[in-house]
């Protein structure tokens, strides 16, 4: 995943979705997190996405959990 997700795409996936794509995040956030300490980190803007897309999943979560925003996976 190369580019940022927006919030709008985020809250039309599933709470396994979200949940997968965090931790496929975070796999990717440790690899450039090792990559910088070794300097082998190209793009350090890649970093900072991916800090930020983590935070949005979140956020999306947590707007799910307030009931802030409907569910999708509870209107099945």
Do not use: C, W
């Not at 940022?4 to 599933?14: F, I, K, M, V």
């Not at 450039?32 to 793009?43: I, M, V, Y």
């Amino acid at each position: 995943m190369s580019k940022t997700t927006t919030a709008a795409e985020l809250r039309g996936l599933s709470r396994d979705d979200l949940n997968a794509k965090v931790l496929e995040l975070k796999e990717e956030l440790f690899t450039l997190r090792f990559q910088a300490a070794t300097g082998q980190l190209e793009s350090h803007g890649r970093l900072r996405e991916v800090r930020k897309d983590i935070a949005r999943i979140y956020t999306v979560l947590q707007e799910r959990n307030l009931g802030i925003v409907d569910d999708p996976d509870k209107k099945a």
